[in-house]
């Protein structure tokens, strides 16, 4: 068990260009969740992928955001043409959701995200 | 909609002491979990410990407990025996329903243990 990995670490881009994160979760977890974390504050949701079905979107997701999870496996996020306000740690967990099961989130390392 | 508070935006304890970090939570469902997650300063989120709302115990693992108090909404943790590196962020997060996705999140209390 290798826990949810996240790729890049960190990332800086000039404003308007695209960015897109990868996240491999646990192997055997059939839940996939995105948040967004600002300075000071604790994750707010995103969105959250049960295998490879998106199920919830937040309205933080603006048009400008688009996340996948091709064949229920890994899942990248991307966001086009961004903004300063963008800037922030995107976190990826994932969860083995079964009857019974207490569903813990487990999280990667985050990626940091800065728009110039 | 569901809504977690953290009062404490800073903590210091002595090593070696025990600290108890609030939480209190409002929601409208029955069925309900609780964690706790550590976020250090590489920002990694950790978790340690997990109470469902019909759980009749307190959580404990290690050196960590849950006091669950149901009716006054409140899920504090408790650290026994602090140590140095137990200084970081610490998140309190609540999922509502039986099987929904999404966690909501407090803002959190910043530990520091002094040696």
């Known amino acids: 068990d290798t826990g949810v990995s996240q790729d890049p670490r960190h990332k800086i881009t000039k404003r308007g260009q695209n960015v897109t994160f990868r996240c491999d979760p646990i192997s055997e977890h059939n839940r996939l969740y995105w948040y967004r974390q600002t300075l000071g504050q604790g994750p707010e949701f995103l969105t959250y992928?049960?295998?490879?079905?998106?199920?919830?979107k937040s309205r933080l997701l603006s048009d400008r955001f688009s996340a996948e999870r091709p064949k229920g496996s890994f899942s990248t996020l991307e966001i086009q043409r961004t903004e300063q306000g963008d800037s922030a740690m995107y976190l990826c967990?994932?969860?083995?959701?079964?009857?019974?099961?207490?569903?813990?989130?487990?999280f990667g390392a985050g990626t940091r995200l800065s728009v110039l | 909609a569901q809504k977690i508070t953290q009062t404490q935006p800073g903590m210091f304890v002595q090593e070696k002491e025990a600290v108890t970090l609030d939480c209190t939570y409002d929601?409208?469902?029955?069925?309900?979990?609780l964690f706790w997650y550590k976020q250090p300063s590489s920002g990694e989120m950790i978790f340690l410990i997990y109470?469902?709302?019909?759980?009749?115990q307190n959580a404990t693992e290690g050196r960590y407990s849950l006091n669950f108090q149901k009716a006054r909404k409140s899920a504090n943790l408790v650290i026994s025996a602090s140590q140095l590196g137990d200084s970081a962020m610490y998140f309190c997060?609540?999922?509502?329903?039986?099987?929904?996705?999404?966690?909501?999140f407090g803002d959190g209390t910043t530990l520091t243990v002094k040696p």
């Open positions: 109470q469902g709302s019909y759980d009749e």
């Open positions: 929601t409208s469902d029955q069925s309900y979990g």
């Open positions: 967990a994932s969860s083995l959701d079964r009857f019974g099961a207490k569903n813990i989130q487990y």
């Open positions: 997060a609540m999922r509502e329903g039986g099987r929904a996705g999404k966690s909501t």
């Open positions: 992928f049960q295998n490879e079905a998106q199920l919830e």
